[in-house]
């Protein structure tokens, strides 16, 4: 997960068909942090995410884009699984919206999603949320939520997992 100079780096999206131009769909479900477009620096998770998606259709493809950084856009990046991420994650799966064009950090998967949902239905305090997700692998996303944010991404290539 490295980045180069001039911050640009290799992210990638899985799914059941190569994704040469990027798209912001609504879909019945909101994600971790809203609508939008979802790519990951770590491929294995691309991969799983790509498999899972086939499932129901098509064949599983990731899809390989350089993303170069535009500081005119707006940029919300979570480090890690903080008290501001889980508080953006339960508005976002909410439906409520935010201003940014783009946004990082990890992603509450299958393996933490139970833990979200009991945290959201007040069965989990925060403290408790908090020491169930430190236990989890680690994940990245970075979404992309408006027309101008897909322009950071260049697609590079695609290959079936």
């Known amino acids: ?30 994600k971790d942090f809203g609508f939008g477009f979802y790519t990951t620096q770590i491929k294995k998770q691309a991969n799983a995410w790509a498999i899972r998606r086939a499932r129901s259709s098509g064949t599983p493809v990731v899809s390989k884009y ?35 064009d783009i946004v990082e950090g990890p992603m509450a998967d299958d393996q933490i999603w139970d833990e979200v949902e009991a945290y959201l239905d007040e069965k989990l305090t ?15 996303q970075i979404s992309f939520h408006t027309v101008a944010a897909l322009r950071t991404l260049t697609f590079l290539d695609a290959e079936e997992v």
């Open 66 to 100: 350089l993303y170069t950084p535009n500081s005119s856009l707006k940029y919300l990046h979570f480090e890690s699984t903080t008290n501001e991420w889980l508080d953006f994650v339960a508005h976002c799966r909410h439906g409520d919206l935010h201003p940014y």
């Open 1 to 30: 997960m490295s980045c180069t100079a001039d911050g640009t780096r290799i992210v990638y999206h899985g799914s059941n068909e190569i994704v040469s131009a990027p798209m912001i769909l609504i879909t019945r479900y909101t």
């Open 126 to 140: 925060r403290e408790q949320f908090m020491v169930l997700a430190k236990f989890k692998k680690p994940t990245h």
